[in-house]
């Protein structure tokens, strides 16, 4: 057979995909667990089939002929989740990029598209490979025709050919339609015989071999109740036939000549997998994409190499640019410095410039005027020579950021290329990628950065245009540029570490480990390598006979997800979740942490970066300082580590209460939110009472959970899936929950209608400082990208609000600070909450100035609240 025919039952395996992974999301927030699980399977399916000839059906909807025969036919089915239902256009897209052919029909199924094809392949000849996860499909099995049927998830496949058959069920590929109409489908209400189920009509296939057959010798049939329930439900056994048959004549519009395979290009397949966030398959398609250099000619241009710097170079409006090839500034050398001005170009290196008297100067001078692309970084790394930049007048990457905060690229080659200016190349041309990347000889390094450096300017004029025209200037320059220089003598201070005290904590959570791990093995009975899921999985599978939730290529899965619903099953697992969160405390945050600690300072410095996300929300890297965890005791106790820099000094925390809530109150205007919160009311009580129907004593811990969950959910778009997940409660009771949530505060559900129509009007969404987010799948076709816009219109608005106020509090809590001239200093930003550092006399006055600038930054419908706490550490500061 020269032809190899493979037949993909699209519903079936990406509905499988999606409940054997957890939910993903890229970092635009679309879902794509069903599509990473879905492209696995491909990627095996090519390499290990090998098709010339490939098709994907899909169900085309809900109503098919069959609903003609049965009105109920798959009446018992569960909505399709959201998140899954986004995600069918994006396997599309896949498909497309593979070259794949897809195919639906209206009023027929997938397994009619396949058996049709099937039956033109078989009489042809073919070799025929059908991937399903639906058993239905072996009534298709032939000496031509194998049948592979995935068991648990979608990696552990079984192919079914006509002995295989037999040899599994006893009996063949004709009866498969018989065994259905007497055992029935409740996955598809098809109703079948009551009382028979796949052991007695296997029992009764073997004696009678078809159903017609059956009928006709029903009075030698044993059992009373059983030939009383077969003839009772006769008619329904025959229907259930009907209802099972794929239909293998279809009306299809397609042939056997149209679904030729002969591979896909690599570049359509790696930009979308880059698209998705699949980088882990990257390497599976191996494209060369983009890594071709430019051997475009850039037009000449005139600098010097400074020997001897003289105030005669400066005119008192220069572009600068400090040069580094790592993100990591505050370990970064800078290989050199650019400084232009409308008349010269000029590139100094880095000794020269840091000792030069001159160059100081006029680094520090006010009035000054300095156009720079990352004003923090370009703070940091001359505060760590000695000299203190003042008098920026532009940021480029901020300006950038704020024009498109979703462009992901925001150096200045790609800024450029955006805005048509082509006079620079890309770094990696010019320095190489990964471990290839090197300093070039100083000519070439200067002409670099030199013309990197002129093009500041040519930004900074058509930016600035681009940010008044779109209402953005005055938060460029109020907000985002003031907050860049705090942030960048944050990051320069540092925050101390007890070194002692964190070594000391890793020395006990070790003990902690170890004694863990001893309580694992007795109740196992052995010893074995906890850490390896193929020694694990035997012992909780085979030895122990936990129910299997999931199987990988490789054997059962001990992922987390699959040991969360077996906690409740066994005294081990509470155990091993147990020892795995605080393994990842020991390696990711006592040794990570120890790791970055300046051996000279004991201290930790931090990046943050300030253009990365969407809605304007702050993120610390290198280490993340956000992130540390707080819900183990033993995660909130490596705050402990975190103390002043001076004696008798203490950390003072303060951070907002509920402060989206209090944003979602004032946007959505809702009388019942701004009545709770300006009464003082427990948002998540009242909440609560208004779902329940219950009074203030009647709120139970439980109901104040849930209550919490919808109130920090539903604005997110959460659907009744995503939060019958989160608090372990059916899609029915989340919905009901949802629904009388609306029902009690129509102000928000108001919001969440108007903002998506706004939205698909202007094109974005802003917040109450006027950053603006631009949502271009707003209106798109593709159910998935819409989707996700309209949850992230209702979104923005509120997290983007409450991320402007902390920076805005942040602002004019330093101008504060040094208008009291008060020694204290803010150390961290994390979210809400800011971390800061002070001599004890200065308590009092702290106590008075944070809370009133934190809360009083705006003026809202509803109050802010921020409270405070203070101590010896971080971890006292709650």
Same mark, same amino acid.
């Given at each position: 057979?020269?032809?190899?025919?493979?037949?993909?039952?699209?519903?079936?395996?990406?509905?499988?995909?999606?409940?054997?992974?957890?939910?993903?999301?890229?970092?635009?927030?679309?879902?794509?667990?069903?599509?990473?699980?879905?492209?696995?399977m491909?990627?095996?399916?090519?390499?290990?089939?090998?098709?010339?000839?490939? !098709?994907?059906?899909?169900?085309?909807?809900?109503? +098919?002929?069959?609903?003609?025969?049965?009105?109920?036919?798959?009446?018992?089915?569960?909505?399709?989740?959201?998140?899954?239902?986004?995600?069918?256009?994006?396997?599309k897209?896949?498909?497309?990029?593979?070259?794949?052919?897809?195919?639906?029909?209206?009023?027929?199924?997938?397994?009619?598209?396949?058996?049709?094809?099937?039956?033109?392949?078989? =009489?042809?000849?073919?070799?025929?490979?059908?991937?399903?996860g639906?058993?239905?499909? #072996?009534?298709?099995?032939?000496?031509?025709?194998?049948?592979?049927?995935?068991?648990?998830?979608?990696?552990?496949?079984?192919?079914?050919?006509?002995?295989? #058959?037999?040899?599994?069920?006893?009996?063949?590929?004709?009866?498969?339609?018989?065994?259905?109409?007497?055992?029935?489908?409740?996955?598809?209400?098809?109703p079948?015989?009551?009382?028979?189920?796949?052991?007695?009509?296997?029992?009764?296939?073997?004696?009678?071999?078809?159903?017609?057959?059956?009928?006709?010798h029903l009075?030698?049939?044993?059992?009373?109740?059983?030939?009383?329930?077969?003839?009772?439900?006769?008619?329904?056994?025959?229907?259930?036939?009907?209802?099972?048959?794929?239909?293998?004549?279809?009306?299809?519009?397609?042939?056997?000549?149209?679904?030729?395979?002969?591979?896909?290009?690599?570049?359509?397949?790696?930009? #979308?997998?880059?698209?998705?966030?699949?980088?882990?398959?990257?390497?599976?398609?191996?494209?060369?994409?983009?890594?071709?250099?430019?051997?475009?000619?850039?037009?000449?241009i005139?600098?010097?190499?400074?020997?001897?710097?003289?105030?005669?170079?400066?005119?008192?409006?220069?572009?600068?640019i400090?040069?580094?090839?790592?993100?990591?500034?505050?370990?970064?050398?800078?290989?050199?410095?650019?400084?232009?001005?409308?008349?010269?170009?000029?590139?100094?290196?880095?000794?020269?410039?840091i000792? /030069?008297?001159?160059?100081?100067?006029?680094?520090?001078?006010? /009035?000054?005027?300095?156009?720079?692309?990352?004003?923090?970084?370009s703070?940091?790394?001359?505060?760590?020579?000695?000299?203190?930049?003042?008098?920026?007048?532009?940021?480029?990457?901020?300006? /950038?950021?704020?024009?498109?905060?979703s462009?992901n690229?925001?150096?200045?080659?790609?800024?450029g290329?955006?805005?048509?200016?082509?006079?620079?190349?890309? %770094?990696? =041309?010019?320095?190489?990628?990964?471990?290839?990347?090197?300093?070039?000889?100083?000519?070439?390094?200067?002409?670099?950065?030199?013309?990197?450096?002129?093009?500041l300017? =040519?930004?900074?004029?058509?930016?600035?245009?681009?940010?008044?025209?779109?209402?953005?200037?005055?938060?460029?320059?109020?907000?985002?540029?003031? *907050?860049?220089?705090? !942030?960048?003598?944050?990051?320069?201070?540092?925050?101390?570490?007890?070194?002692?005290?964190?070594?000391?904590?890793?020395?006990?959570?070790? &003990?902690?480990?170890?004694?863990?791990?001893?309580?694992?093995?007795?109740?196992?009975?052995?010893?074995?390598?906890?850490?390896?899921?193929?020694?694990?999985?035997?012992? *909780?599978?085979?030895? *122990?006979?936990?129910?299997?939730?999931?199987?990988?290529?490789?054997?059962?899965?001990?992922?987390?997800?699959?040991?969360?619903?077996?906690?409740?099953?066994?005294?081990?697992?509470?155990?091993?979740?147990?020892?795995?969160? !605080?393994?990842?405390?020991?390696s990711?945050?006592?040794?990570?942490?120890?790791?970055?600690?300046?051996?000279?300072?004991?201290?930790?410095?931090?990046r943050?970066?300030?253009?990365?996300?969407?809605?304007?929300?702050?993120?610390?890297? %290198?280490?993340?300082?956000?992130?540390?965890?707080?819900?183990?005791?033993?995660?909130?106790?490596?705050?402990?580590?975190?103390?002043?820099?001076?004696?008798?000094?203490?950390?003072?925390?303060?951070?907002?209460?509920?402060?989206e809530?209090?944003?979602?109150?004032?946007?959505?205007?809702?009388?019942?939110?701004?009545?709770?919160?300006?009464n003082?009311?427990?948002?998540?009580?009242?909440?609560?009472?208004?779902?329940?129907?219950?009074?203030?004593? =009647?709120?139970?811990?439980?109901?104040?959970?849930?209550?919490?969950?919808v109130?920090?959910?539903?604005?997110?778009?959460?659907?009744?899936?995503?939060?019958?997940?989160?608090?372990?409660?059916?899609?029915?009771?989340? &919905?009901?929950?949802?629904?009388?949530?609306?029902?009690?505060?129509?102000?928000?559900?108001?919001?969440m209608?108007?903002?998506?129509?706004?939205?698909?009007?202007?094109?974005?969404?802003?917040?109450?400082?006027?950053?603006?987010?631009?949502?271009p799948?707003?209106?798109?076709?593709?159910?998935?990208?819409?989707?996700?816009?309209?949850?992230?219109?209702?979104?923005?608005?509120?997290?983007?609000?409450?991320?402007?106020?902390?920076?805005?509090?942040m602002?004019?809590?330093?101008?504060?600070?040094?208008?009291?001239?008060?020694?204290?200093?803010? #150390?961290?930003?994390?979210?809400?909450?800011?971390?800061?550092?002070?001599?004890?006399?200065?308590?009092?006055?702290?106590k008075?100035?944070?809370?009133?600038?934190?809360?009083? +930054?705006?003026?809202?419908?509803?109050?802010?609240?921020?409270?405070?706490?203070?101590? %010896?550490?971080?971890? %006292?500061?709650?």
């Amino acid at each position: 057979m020269s032809n190899k025919l493979v037949l993909i039952d699209g519903n079936s395996i990406t509905y499988r995909a999606f409940f054997a992974l957890p939910l993903l999301n890229n970092d635009k927030g679309v879902y794509t667990n069903a599509v990473y699980g879905f492209t696995t399977m491909l990627l095996r399916i090519l390499e290990e089939q090998k098709p010339t000839h490939i !098709l994907v059906a899909f169900d085309a909807g809900k109503t +098919t002929f069959r609903h003609n025969t049965y009105q109920e036919y798959k009446g018992g089915r569960q909505k399709t989740p959201p998140e899954l239902s986004e995600q069918f256009p994006l396997v599309k897209e896949l498909l497309n990029a593979f070259n794949i052919r897809h195919y639906q029909l209206e009023q027929y199924e997938a397994d009619d598209i396949i058996g049709t094809l099937s039956k033109h392949g078989n =009489e042809n000849n073919w070799d025929i490979s059908i991937i399903s996860g639906d058993k239905d499909m #072996l009534q298709l099995v032939s000496d031509n025709v194998t049948v592979n049927v995935t068991k648990k998830g979608i990696s552990d496949v079984e192919a079914y050919t006509p002995d295989y #058959l037999i040899e599994k069920m006893e009996i063949t590929s004709d009866q498969i339609i018989d065994l259905k109409a007497l055992m029935g489908d409740s996955s598809d209400n098809i109703p079948g015989v009551p009382g028979v189920g796949q052991k007695t009509a296997t029992k009764l296939l073997k004696e009678y071999e078809t159903l017609e057959n059956l009928y006709e010798h029903l009075d030698e049939v044993s059992g009373k109740k059983l030939k009383e329930n077969l003839t009772n439900h006769k008619d329904d056994a025959f229907m259930s036939k009907e209802l099972a048959t794929i239909n293998c004549d279809s009306p299809i519009e397609i042939a056997l000549d149209d679904l030729p395979y002969s591979g896909y290009k690599e570049q359509d397949v790696a930009a #979308l997998f880059k698209d998705l966030g699949f980088q882990s398959l990257l390497n599976r398609v191996s494209s060369d994409e983009a890594d071709e250099e430019s051997n475009e000619v850039l037009e000449d241009i005139s600098y010097t190499i400074v020997e001897e710097i003289t105030p005669e170079m400066f005119i008192g409006e220069e572009a600068l640019i400090l040069e580094m090839l790592s993100d990591s500034y505050h370990t970064a050398p800078i290989e050199g410095i650019g400084v232009v001005n409308r008349e010269n170009a000029y590139f100094i290196p880095t000794e020269v410039a840091i000792n /030069s008297d001159v160059f100081k100067d006029w680094a520090e001078g006010t /009035s000054n005027k300095k156009v720079v692309f990352d004003a923090k970084k370009s703070l940091v790394s001359l505060l760590k020579k000695g000299i203190h930049l003042k008098g920026i007048t532009f940021d480029v990457l901020l300006a /950038s950021y704020l024009l498109d905060p979703s462009e992901n690229n925001h150096d200045i080659p790609a800024i450029g290329h955006r805005m048509g200016m082509k006079s620079v190349r890309f %770094d990696e =041309e010019v320095y190489g990628k990964g471990a290839k990347m090197k300093v070039p000889e100083q000519e070439k390094l200067a002409e670099h950065v030199v013309r990197k450096t002129s093009l500041l300017f =040519e930004l900074q004029k058509k930016m600035e245009e681009e940010l008044q025209e779109n209402e953005l200037f005055d938060l460029l320059n109020t907000l985002e540029m003031p *907050l860049a220089l705090i !942030l960048g003598e944050m990051e320069h201070t540092g925050v101390v570490v007890d070194v002692e005290r964190l070594e000391q904590m890793g020395t006990d959570l070790r &003990k902690r480990l170890d004694e863990i791990e001893r309580e694992i093995y007795e109740i196992a009975g052995e010893t074995f390598n906890l850490n390896s899921p193929k020694q694990l999985g035997p012992i *909780l599978f085979e030895k *122990l006979g936990l129910r299997v939730i999931k199987k990988t290529k490789t054997g059962y899965s001990t992922a987390a997800d699959v040991l969360e619903q077996l906690e409740n099953d066994h005294e081990i697992i509470p155990k091993i979740l147990l020892y795995r969160q !605080l393994g990842k405390l020991q390696s990711t945050y006592i040794e990570g942490l120890l790791k970055v600690v300046d051996k000279n300072t004991n201290k930790i410095h931090t990046r943050y970066n300030q253009a990365l996300t969407q809605t304007g929300r702050l993120s610390s890297i %290198d280490p993340n300082l956000q992130n540390i965890p707080i819900r183990l005791e033993e995660g909130r106790k490596i705050r402990q580590a975190f103390v002043p820099s001076e004696k008798e000094w203490i950390m003072f925390a303060a951070d907002y209460s509920q402060i989206e809530l209090r944003v979602l109150a004032h946007i959505a205007k809702d009388e019942k939110l701004i009545a709770a919160f300006q009464n003082g009311l427990d948002i998540h009580t009242q909440t609560a009472m208004d779902v329940f129907h219950v009074t203030e004593d =009647e709120v139970t811990s439980n109901m104040r959970r849930q209550a919490k969950a919808v109130n920090f959910g539903i604005v997110y778009g959460i659907s009744d899936y995503g939060l019958s997940q989160n608090l372990g409660i059916t899609r029915k009771e989340a &919905k009901q929950f949802i629904d009388r949530y609306l029902e009690s505060y129509p102000g928000v559900k108001a919001y969440m209608d108007d903002i998506v129509q706004e939205a698909k009007q202007k094109g974005y969404v802003t917040t109450l400082m006027n950053r603006r987010r631009y949502l271009p799948d707003i209106t798109s076709r593709n159910f998935n990208l819409r989707s996700f816009a309209e949850r992230t219109a209702m979104n923005t608005p509120i997290q983007g609000t409450a991320a402007d106020i902390i920076k805005k509090a942040m602002i004019d809590l330093d101008e504060k600070l040094k208008e009291e001239k008060l020694k204290a200093r803010v #150390l961290l930003q994390v979210h809400d909450e800011l971390i800061i550092e002070a001599p004890k006399e200065e308590l009092e006055k702290l106590k008075e100035i944070v809370p009133a600038m934190m809360e009083n +930054t705006v003026e809202l419908n509803v109050p802010l609240k921020a409270e405070y706490a203070y101590g %010896d550490s971080w971890y %006292d500061a709650k």
